[in-house]
């Protein structure tokens, strides 16, 4: 069985995994990528929220058999140190991290938020993001994805319109 994650192909051993195994645990165990946390183990705390096909999951909920062909996006796939994803510099720009842990699953659900909605209003944000943060960050969270919603439009703002044919 082979998995889509962060853009590419990666082979899953069959003997290595069940189909009822929780997506988190492929993710953390077999693929050693640990960007997802194990929050409550019954899907409401979003500490462990992936991408599929850009719908927020949270991953300690969902069975391998459920995911398929579908594209899986961890926070590894979102950006990095040398190339970290607007709202990774928003994150850092406003402070948003405390205690850290559930950083990665709100991380990967604005990111969600920004695709299908540019511009949020901090209603949008509260609707969309139901991951919970015991440090409360939630008003720099809000501050971080204004500021991150804010810096993926400028490009596309200063984008040139494309030139025109001559008669």
């Known amino acids: 069985m082979d998995l889509l994650i962060n853009g590419r192909f990666v082979p899953l051993p069959d003997e290595a995994v069940d189909p009822a195994m929780p997506l988190l645990w492929v993710l953390r165990d077999v693929l050693q990528l640990t960007g997802s946390k194990y929050g409550c183990g019954i899907g409401a705390c979003g500490a462990c929220t992936v991408r599929l096909d850009g719908v927020p999951a949270r991953s300690c ?9 579908r594209a899986v996006q961890t926070i590894e796939g979102l950006g990095g140190a040398d190339r970290p ?3 990774q510099r928003a994150w850092v720009l406003h402070q948003v991290p405390q205690c850290g842990y559930c950083q990665s699953g709100l991380l990967m659900a604005a990111a969600a938020l920004l695709e299908r909605q540019p511009k949020p209003s901090d209603a949008d944000i509260d609707a969309a993001l139901t991951n919970l943060c015991r440090c409360g960050t939630y008003p720099r969270v809000r501050a971080a994805i204004h ?9 596309r703002a200063a984008t040139p319109p494309p030139p025109k044919r001559a008669p």
């Open 61 to 69: 909920v969902t069975p391998l058999s459920a995911v398929g062909g």
């Open 147 to 155: 500021t991150a919603a804010a810096a993926l439009a400028a490009p």
């Open 85 to 87: 994803h607007a709202l």
